[in-house]
């Protein structure tokens, strides 16, 4: 069984990945990459090290010493995978967007990231043609292939356009993604608290003077795509662990899920950040085993 995790050339979210990839492959399952251009990606590297986030982080001699940065980072059980993924031959030669075959795989998971270069991948055309495939093209059995997006990603599918109904491939689907609080609270510590000289770090997309706050926030531009509001998913008051979910500082775990939000519709499954990550990749790995292959 083989799995398509296509990537930017640069500056994707480390825990999306690598989690995914180690639970994946540990579950016997081959995951392949892809880039627009078949170079390797990289990550974020302050997502990696932190360095970077702290109001001293543009300083040399200083930006070592991290309070925010080891706050925000990627936690050390995502800083394990990603250097495990880095002796991974499909990750150092990832495939071409334009090389690749929908029946060659089970599955699908897009991947985010939050930093400006993560545009080529949110806007490529070529990707989103590959999504849409995924989306509408049954498998040998009459299945849909299971397709997983977290974060970022949820855009990539968000900005899909069906080639049967002109509209969003999320349309009429139940989805969730990067939330405006998680990602307003993320913007607001780094601009106010930290990192002063780049205030809109965690702002993939910036709203125009006329435009409402929050715009181009992933949860307002995926519920344009959807067929109502309501469709987008956050975690109801009524949860279990309500605050663990929401609070952005709790983080799930293998066989730990309490702080994940995940939502299931059909074969399409959707995340919000790096703290739902292990959940979402159990989820998506039941779903390849559910449905046949090709």
């Known amino acids: 069984m083989r799995v398509l995790v296509p990537l930017p050339q640069a500056d994707f979210d480390p825990s999306e990945v690598a989690i995914p990839w180690l639970l994946l492959r540990n579950a016997g399952i081959h995951v392949d990459f892809a880039t627009a251009d078949g170079q390797r990606s990289h990550a974020d590297p302050i997502m990696l090290s932190g360095e970077g986030l702290d109001p001293w982080g543009c300083i040399p001699g200083l930006k070592k010493i991290r309070v925010l940065g080891l706050m925000l980072r990627a936690d050390r059980y995502a800083r394990a995978a990603y250097r495990e993924l880095l002796s991974d031959a499909d990750f150092l030669h990832p495939k071409r967007f334009d090389e690749l075959q929908l029946q060659q795989y089970s599955g699908l998971l897009l991947p985010g990231g939050h930093s400006k270069k993560m545009r080529p991948y949110l806007e490529s055309p070529q990707l989103q043609q590959l999504v849409a495939e995924f989306f509408e093209t049954l498998d040998t059995h009459g299945q849909h292939r299971p397709v997983a997006a977290v974060c970022h990603g949820v855009l990539v599918a968000a900005r899909t356009i069906s080639g049967k109904t002109g509209r969003s491939v999320l349309y009429g689907k139940k989805t969730t993604a ?18 002063f000289w780049d205030p809109d770090y965690y702002r993939t997309y910036q709203e125009a003077a006329h435009e409402a706050a929050g715009y181009w926030g992933v949860e307002q531009e995926v519920k344009r795509a959807l067929a109502q509001d309501s469709d987008f998913l956050d975690v109801p008051k009524s949860a279990r662990h309500y605050f663990l979910k929401t609070s952005g500082l709790a983080r799930d775990r293998l066989n730990q899920p309490a702080p994940a939000w995940v939502v299931n519709d059909r074969n399409y499954l959707s995340a919000r950040w790096p703290g739902d990550i292990h959940t979402l990749a159990q989820h998506f790995i039941d779903a390849l085993y559910h449905y046949h292959p090709e």
């Not at 990067?178 to 990192?195: D, I, M, P, Q, S």
């Open 178 to 195: 990067l939330t405006w609080k998680l990602e307003h609270t993320a913007w607001t510590l780094t601009r106010y608290f930290g990192r």
